[in-house]
């Protein structure tokens, strides 16, 4: 892909450490610039009216409002920017509707640095596919390089297959699993179940809550999440 112009991203969240964390991603993926990191649908307005801005990082359940309906009214008022919904809401309803708005990828919380990266080089991709499509092979490439993005990159370490045994073991846990619980079953060290269940939990894809027993430190329990897609491996 040839180097364009730069991406201008506004980072749209509540939580300011999250917004600073998201705004700092941006800023590691070449060819993208945060322009700023706000907290409210309040404040993006105002940097909307303001500033040149190519794409929101937008948070769905904002402290003045829901991120849908501001995107609605983006696209009612003919404003181009384009939006990438980045929440923890995952109900299907909720994704169906941000496709009829037009957004362009819909990225689950928490996620770590190569899941965004992947997007943002995606999106980067579909816009700069820019001219009049030949035909329908070129159509299909650019919605390509948009719906389908590959699969992220493991942390340095983990192996797709031990990933793929330990996910497999935890989606047929209905209670969850501990760490001790997931090498026991996997046959590997509880240091490194947990590097894996955390790899999970980072990708969306599993929760983690404390337990507290009779003594001692509470001990972290492992829940795969029903409406996680397909483990993602390099």
């Known amino acids: 892909m040839s180097a364009g112009p730069e991406v201008r991203v506004l980072v749209v969240e509540d939580d300011p450490v999250a917004a600073a964390a998201h705004a700092l991603y941006v800023g590691r993926v070449p060819g993208f610039r945060a322009v700023g990191a706000v907290h409210s649908l309040g404040e993006a307005a105002r940097v909307l009216d303001r500033t040149e801005v190519d794409l929101l990082l937008l948070d769905l359940g904002l402290p003045d409002g829901n991120g849908l309906r501001f995107a609605r009214g983006l696209r009612a008022a003919g404003h181009p920017v384009d939006v990438i919904v980045v929440t923890s809401a995952r109900d299907l309803a909720v994704v169906r509707e941000s496709v009829s708005l037009g957004v362009v990828q819909y990225v689950l919380k928490p996620f770590a640095f190569p899941t965004l990266r992947e997007r943002l080089l995606r999106y980067a991709e579909f816009r ?107």
């Open 128 to 234: 700069a596919a820019a001219g009049e499509a030949a035909g329908q092979d070129d159509v299909d490439r650019a919605l390509a390089a948009l719906r389908a993005p590959r699969p992220a990159e493991l942390p340095k370490g983990l192996s797709a297959p031990t990933l793929d045994r330990v996910a497999a073991l935890l989606r047929s846990a209905p209670e969850g699993l501990t760490a001790a619980g997931a090498a026991e079953a996997a046959g590997i060290s509880r240091i490194t179940a947990r590097r894996y269940l955390e790899h999970l939990v980072d990708t969306g894809r599993a929760d983690r809550t404390p337990r507290y027993g009779q003594v001692g430190r509470p001990e972290l329990h492992y829940r795969w999440l029903a409406a996680a897609g397909p483990v993602p491996t390099a």
